[in-house]
């Protein structure tokens, strides 16, 4: 459950992201399928990560979709505790936070361009 609050923190943290960079709410919902189906369908659920290129495998890494598969993959299919999991949680927390902080900074920027 706490992986998948993680998770939701992540696509909050994106969809803030993207609101900063697109003008309107129908740039934002193209600019948001333009991110988010091939992050997910390149996350390794549909297409595993060893089929990929090399190069395509080592991008995804910084996705926090494929960690999001990994550790979930584990803990259902192979009742992983979180002691097997934490870098991954890590991993998914680390880049949220990331885009979380790149939204405001974003976000900032915007308000002072506005009020000069």
């Known amino acids: 459950m706490f992986g998948t609050v993680l998770y939701l923190f992540f696509a909050t943290a994106i969809g803030l992201f993207l609101g900063t960079i697109a003008r309107s709410m129908p740039q934002l919902g193209l600019l948001y399928m333009l991110v988010a189906v091939p992050m997910n369908i390149l996350s390794g659920n549909a297409t595993p990560l060893e089929s990929m290129p090399r190069w395509l495998a080592m991008i995804m890494q910084a996705v926090p979709s494929t960690h999001f598969v990994s550790f979930a993959q584990a803990i259902l299919y192979r009742g992983a505790g979180f002691d097997m999991v934490w870098q ?11 885009f979380l902080v790149l939204s405001l900074v974003r976000f900032r920027a915007a308000l002072n361009s506005a009020s000069s």
Do not use: H
Request: charged content about 0%; proline content about 0%.
């Open 88 to 98: 991954q949680f890590l991993a998914v927390a680390g880049i949220a936070a990331l």
